[in-house]
């Protein structure tokens, strides 16, 4: 774990200044994390450019395979998916790794937000229908023809080049949505998880749950347990499920 977390934190001290502190200090500038829902269309704009300049930004590291730093964090995520699923480290990791995400949205890419989540309740079962699916102030819609690549939205002529899984090919975003996969991710569900009283019980409840309900139901790239970082949605998708977790904490701070 210590040797993962590292490894990630290169990704901080290569591109800015670190932001990892080993004394605790008082935050005195919070960001206020928002659903996708509530977002004023220029919020969505602003989040959305961000990210597609994360995606024009060179490659940084070194590393063999990715052209920009969106495809840094991607490949990251490939190297480490046999460590980070399925386990306890699952929730944590994934944390540091939304905060690593808009971290560089914030400190490459001039963003002055706060990374959003898509709140999947909302949509659980309909998820076709989504606004986070809209052509022009979300992520695109479902894949179309025989890649089953998107075909519209902001995303569309993204060439990525990590994935599927742990092979490196040049090849689109692609997505199979699947209402029904999405089910899973119902409020009656997130409520169950909720009630949870130990971590060992919440994190499975979240991970077999919701979390597998948004990659499910997005389908494509984002099913790929290796490679699903590739669809941007993936960080609304994590930034909901550190929600729920944060939520699930808030309930017994000092103890959980
Ligand atoms: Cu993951």
Redesign the pocket.
Known sequence: MRLLLASLTAVFIAHAAPVVSPQRTTCTNKTQRKAWHSLTRNEKLDYINAEKCLMSTPAKLGLSGPRTVFDELQLF?VMQ?PE??FVGAFLPY?RFFMHAHEHLLRTLCNYTGAQPYWDEALDAGNFSASVILDPKTGFGGNGVGEGNCINDGPFKDYVNVIGPGQANTEHCIDRIVSDCMSEVGSKQIVDGCMQMQNFSTFWPCIEGGPHGAGHGGIGGQMLNVFS?PGDPIFYLHHTYLDKLWWDWQAQDLSAR
Do not use: A, P, R
């Open positions: 995520h998916t980070i699923h994934h699903s």
